[in-house]
């Protein structure tokens, strides 16, 4: 019975002394900048559409819903919910596209999460 060697890949050295390790280095990554979207009051939009968008756009059950709906006409604005920058930004164009649809001057902004 013959012995063969093995076949090096086309283009590495033959022998043992080529063998190459490569090291895996540990990347460390910082988690993703958090931001708030946030329904700023106005006098014209009604309530009930306020509570229909915050039911629709970030899920919330509509007692929820109310409530938040109740913190922004009584302190200006209120939180509807904190997503990572590029899922605030959608929220914030769906719910501006539904308020124009809808002809109501409602405004929604993302912020920064310190």
């Known amino acids: 019975m013959a012995i063969t060697q093995p ?24 988690p993703p900048q958090m931001h708030q979207v946030v ?25 929820t819903a109310t409530q938040i709906m109740l913190k ?3 302190e200006g604005k209120g939180v509807c919910g904190v997503y990572t920058h590029d899922v605030a930004a959608t929220k914030v164009d769906q719910v501006m596209a539904a308020a124009q649809q809808a ?12």
Request: some cysteine.
């Open 7 to 30: 076949i090096s890949p086309p283009g590495t050295p033959a022998g043992d002394d080529a063998a190459v390790v490569l090291e895996r280095v540990p990347q460390k990554v910082k």
């Open 39 to 63: 329904l700023l009051n106005d006098d014209y939009t009604p309530m009930e559409f306020v509570v229909v968008v915050i039911q629709e756009f970030f899920s919330k059950d509509r007692e």
């Open 72 to 74: 922004i006409h009584l």
């Open 103 to 114: 002809g109501h001057p409602l405004q929604c902004v993302s912020e920064p999460l310190d």
